[in-house]
């Protein structure tokens, strides 16, 4: 049974708006509930490969090698200016009013995916973070850790979806009028961008 303040920490933590909620929120906002939903499995599966990684030790390997977390941080850097390219260049506001442009389910959960997966911090904070509360009595930590970090995921998906369905509350009023989608497409895309150069100046430590 997780700890009280593990799940205080896990909720504090998932609940604080990153590039997986902006994306999750652009999503439901500009293409409707069923593509958020897409939007929210795909990166809480992006967590997966970095809860992997702190579990078999990978992640002492990225935040051991510079070079390691250099090619990761700057992979995730290009992939997250090119989401801000893409929703400055679509020609009008998204094609908001084109109810036949739905995009397909996998192509929105690769994209959430990827924006997890292209995240060194991530890995290095799963390193850290979940050993701490796994009991130092457990007869087999690796288990504990992967019950923590699974229950890390479902709590992510919720909150996402959460996220998610409360955007797709407003699309009627964003695509009712082309001025308050088109401002906020740019503010979307200025997000994407201030959060790939943050990840761009970011440290292992």
Not at 1 to 13: A, G, N, Q, R, W
Not at 86 to 94: I, K, N
Not at 103 to 128: S, W
């Amino acid at each position: 049974m997780p700890s009280t303040e593990f799940l205080l920490t896990s909720l504090i933590v998932v609940l604080i708006p990153g590039t997986g909620v902006l994306f999750t929120v652009a999503t439901g906002l500009f293409l409707g509930r069923r593509a958020s939903v897409y939007a929210a499995a795909g990166c809480t599966l992006g967590i997966l490969p970095s809860l992997l990684a702190s579990i078999t030790g990978l992640a002492l390997l990225v935040h051991a090698s510079a070079l390691a977390f250099q090619l990761v941080k700057y992979a995730g850097v290009a992939y997250l200016l090119y989401l801000a390219w893409g929703m400055l260049s679509s020609s009008g506001p998204l094609q908001l009013k084109d109810e036949g442009r739905e995009r397909r389910g996998g192509e929105i959960a690769l994209k959430g995916f990827l924006i997890n997966i292209l995240n060194p911090k991530l890995t290095v904070f799963f390193l850290a973070f979940l050993p701490q509360f796994v009991p130092s009595n457990a007869a087999a930590p690796t288990d504990a850790m992967i019950t923590l970090g699974l229950i890390f995921m479902l709590m992510t998906l919720v909150v996402f979806l959460a996220y998610g369905l409360l955007a797709t509350a407003f699309r009627t009023y964003v695509i009712e009028s082309e001025r308050v989608a088109t401002i906020a497409q740019r503010v979307v895309a200025g997000g994407f961008a201030a959060m790939g150069l943050r990840l761009a100046f970011a440290s292992r430590d």
